[in-house]
C-alpha cells in the first residue's frame, strides 16, 4: 500500500512540474528578444545628436524588425514604430529627429529609455505593428549600439544595449500602449525607421 501511495504522490509531482513548464515555455517570449538603452542630451542646444543603430545579424534564417518604443524620463511611452531589418542589414537612426521629435505630449525630450523588440518581418517587408492591430511576434536576435551624449562637456560614448527578459506582460503592455498612442495622438507619437537597409 506505501509502495502504491509513494508512486501516486511522485506521479502526481511529475505531471505538475511538466504541465507548468509546458505553459511556461507556451507564453514566455523567447530568449534575446529585448534591447533596453538610455538616451540622454537630445534636442540639447550645443549637444551633437544621438545614435541608434540595429543590425540583424542573420543568425534567425531571415527578415527581421525592430519594435522601438521610446519613454520619456517619467517613465511614459513618448514614441513608437517597427522598422524593416534584412538579414545582414543596418538601420541608422537619430535619436533627435526619429526617435523624439514627434513625441505624443508634444514635450521635447531630453532623456529616457529605448526598448526594442526584435519580432519577425512579412514576407512582403511589413513589421508586425500594434497600430494596426498586428501583434509582435519575438523572434532573436537584432542587435544595437547607442551613441550616449554625456553631461560633461557632451562628451559621445558608444555602448552595445543591454539584454533583458521579455515577458509576455511586458510585451502585451508594450503592444497596448504603443496602440493606445496612436489611437489618440493624431499622428504625434510616432516614429520614424531613419536610414538603411
Known sequence: ?????????????????TSSLWAAAATTPPADVLKVDYFAN??????????????NPGTSGGALCAAIFVFDAYEEMSECCSC???P????????DTDLTSNPLTGASLTG??????????????????????TNLVPTPAVRAW?????????????????????????EANLE??????????????????GTGD
Open 1 to 17: 500500500m506505501r509502495k502504491t501511495s509513494v508512486f501516486v504522490v511522485c506521479t502526481l509531482a511529475l505531471a505538475v512540474c
Open 42 to 55: 537630445a534636442n540639447t542646444s550645443g549637444a551633437p545628436d544621438g545614435t541608434v543603430r540595429i543590425d
Open 84 to 86: 524593416y531589418v534584412s
Open 88 to 95: 545582414d542589414g543596418l538601420r541608422t537612426l537619430s535619436v
Open 112 to 133: 529616457g529609455v529605448i526598448k526594442i523588440v526584435s519580432t519577425i518581418a512579412g514576407a512582403d517587408k511589413t513589421c508586425p505593428n500594434p497600430v494596426n492591430g
Open 146 to 170: 547607442v551613441t550616449h551624449i554625456q553631461n560633461t562637456n557632451f562628451t559621445i560614448t558608444e555602448t552595445a544595449s543591454q539584454d533583458a527578459t521579455l515577458s509576455s506582460t511586458e
Open 176 to 193: 497596448s500602449e504603443c496602440r493606445s498612442i496612436h489611437n489618440v495622438g493624431s499622428g504625434a507619437g510616432v516614429c520614424t525607421c
